[in-house]
Structure formats: structure tokens, C-alpha cells
């Protein structure tokens, strides 16, 4: 796992389990840690195990997060943040829109940018901006974007049966049901999605960690694909007819994955470790498995959906947003 333990993440998983083992300094205690509060690589590994283990138990350590997931924006090279609220499955309106031009005309932001995963990104707030730039913006009903987050980013569309000409199924609406229901989940890494309305693939649903392809007799389920340092197509994991199961079975195999993965390993890497056999015999092949992954990753969001801009903008953590100067600092040491 790192330097600090002989321990690695399996083990430490399954003890934490074994051990009732409910903050960092009850882990590293029990598990013999060779140093007294860890470092940059377990810190955030321990954090996310528990995390994912204790849901509603264990209270999410700031600290030991990276700066991105810390203050929930992404650091630029100057110093600056960058801002993406959440737009469901790449839809938006004119309301969300003016709010964002006042926003950016409001705080001055120097460059505004669509992503590749179908939202908009506010590049150059100050970060002693975003508490305000975030209450603006949830003013007219946005949230995190969680474009820093090791969870669930994005829920690529395209317009499906709606407007499509080939679109098989309402690819947009299942996009934006997925994305309503999955947001706010802390993930191994972070994850991207896809829902293609026909085998056309609009959405590039055969690139991500998971994807779905609609065709005319249901839902086509994929995963383990990567676009970005690795290349690789998806695996075909199960066709169904209907969009509640699609919904089903897609978080149930998150939520495995979930339990499974380790520490900044993304879906595509989990697969090869642990089989495709395996995670298609517990998901596809055992429906009462899939019910009880389905069941408890439903439960884990009862505590996850939570607005981390909408806490902060009230208050919560407010230090981290404060000028040095405020707390007395001279300025040759800024």
C-alpha cells in the first residue's frame, strides 16, 4: 500500500471490516502502522476505505484528501480554481445558462469552456470566490459537478428517441435518471458514463467505465473502457429490456466495484485483477447478488447526497477559503 504498512489494500479492506475498525487512527493503531499519521498515499486510501465501508458511520476526513476534493474545485496552474456545476446527462436551460454568463460577469472569470462530458467549466475563480460563485449557482438550482472527485463525474447523452431519428430508446432520460441516482458517490477512482440512443454511439458509450447502448429490443450494459492514458473498448457485460434493470444492474456493478476496488484503480484496471468471470457471475448470473450489491450501494447514497458547494457556501470549512492575511500571517510568508 505504501511505505507506512507491510499491509497491502485487500488486507487493510478486509480488516477494517474484520476489526470494526471506524477512523484512520483506529486503523493505523490496530494495524501496526510504521508511522504515526500516515502519508500522502494511505491517508486518502484509509479515507475512502472507510468511507465506503462504515456509510452513515464514519465522518468523511478532509484532511486527508488532495486539494481538488478538499475545497471541491480543481486547482489550475496559477493557482486559481475552476468551476463545473452538474448538468444531468448534458442537459441545461436558459435559466441555468444566464446564471452561469451572471456568475462569470459577477466574479470576473476569464475563461469559460465545454468539456468533453457535456457540461460547462469556469476556469480562473480565486478560491476565496468559490463559497459565493457556488451559493449563485446553487441560487438557480445547481450543484457539484464533482469534476475533482474520485466518483461518479459525468453521465454522457445523447438525444435518443426524443429528437433522434435512429434513436432507439429515451437514451437522454436514462442518462439523467443514472446520474440523479449515482451523483455524490466517492468511488476507488473516478468514474464516467455513457447511454448511446442507437448502436450509432453518439455518446462514445463504448469508451467509459460504463456504458449503455440502446437498441430496439432494450439496454446493451458495457464497462471497463478507458479514453484518456490507456485505450480500451468496453466489455460487454449484459443486455436487458428494460431501464429499471438497466438502473439495477448498473449499480449494483458500481457498487461492487465499490467494495472491490482498490485505491485509484479504475474500473477497466479492477476487471483484468479480479475477471470478468467473476464480476458477470455476482451481477449478471446471480440475481439475489445483484439485489443485495443494488440494495446496499441505494443506502450508501442516503448519506452521500449531500451538496458539498451548498455546505460550504454556508459555512462549513470555512477556513480553507480564507486569505492567509486574515489569520495574521505577514505577507513575505504568503
Not at 150 to 171: A, E
Not at 257 to 282: N, P
Not at 285 to 314: C, G, L, M
Amino acid at each position: 500500500m505504501c511505505t507506512c504498512t507491510d499491509l497491502g489494500h485487500d488486507d487493510v479492506r478486509r480488516l477494517i471490516k474484520a476489526k470494526d475498525l471506524k477512523t484512520i487512527p483506529a486503523v493505523m493503531q490496530e494495524l501496526e502502522w510504521k508511522t504515526s499519521c500516515g502519508c500522502a498515499k494511505c491517508r486518502p486510501a484509509l479515507n475512502y476505505y472507510l468511507i465506503a465501508t462504515w456509510p452513515g458511520e464514519y465522518e468523511d476526513d478532509g484532511q486527508s484528501r488532495f486539494i481538488n476534493e478538499r475545497v471541491h474545485a480543481n486547482i489550475q496552474k496559477d493557482g486559481t480554481y475552476s468551476v463545473v456545476p452538474r448538468m444531468w446527462g448534458g442537459m441545461t436551460s436558459s435559466d441555468e445558462l444566464r446564471a452561469i454568463a451572471d456568475v462569470v460577469d459577477k466574479f470576473r472569470i476569464p475563461a469559460v469552456k465545454v468539456t468533453g462530458g457535456q457540461r460547462i467549466d469556469m476556469l480562473g475563480v480565486k478560491k476565496e470566490d468559490l463559497p459565493a460563485v457556488w451559493a449563485d449557482l446553487n441560487a438557480a438550482g445547481m450543484v457539484s459537478g464533482a469534476a475533482y472527485a474520485k466518483g461518479l463525474r459525468t453521465v454522457k447523452t445523447c438525444v435518443g428517441s426524443d429528437w433522434c431519428r435512429f434513436g432507439t430508446q429515451d437514451s437522454t432520460g436514462l442518462g439523467v435518471r443514472i446520474e440523479k441516482l449515482m451523483w455524490g458517490s466517492w468511488t476507488p477512482a473516478k468514474v464516467k458514463m455513457a447511454v448511446s440512443g442507437c448502436p450509432r454511439n453518439c455518446a462514445e458509450a463504448t469508451c467509459k467505465d460504463v456504458g449503455v447502448i440502446c437498441v430496439d429490443s432494450g439496454y446493451d450494459i458495457k464497462f471497463a473502457g478507458a479514453a484518456g492514458l490507456d485505450i480500451k473498448g468496453t466489455e460487454d457485460l449484459c443486455h436487458v429490456d428494460t431501464e429499471d434493470e438497466a438502473v439495477e444492474v448498473i449499480a449494483a456493478l458500481v457498487q461492487l466495484y465499490r467494495e472491490q476496488g482498490r485505491y485509484l484503480e479504475r474500473i477497466y484496471k479492477w476487471a483484468k485483477r479480479v475477471g470478468m468471470d467473476s464480476i458477470k457471475a455476482t451481477i449478471v448470473d446471480d440475481p439475489d447478488k445483484r439485489q443485495h450489491y443494488y440494495e446496499r450501494f441505494i443506502y450508501s447514497q442516503t448519506f452521500a447526497q449531500v451538496d458539498p458547494w451548498e455546505e460550504r457556501a454556508n459555512g462549513k470549512d470555512a477556513h480553507e477559503f480564507a486569505a492567509m492575511a486574515e489569520f495574521g500571517v505577514p505577507a513575505a510568508a504568503e
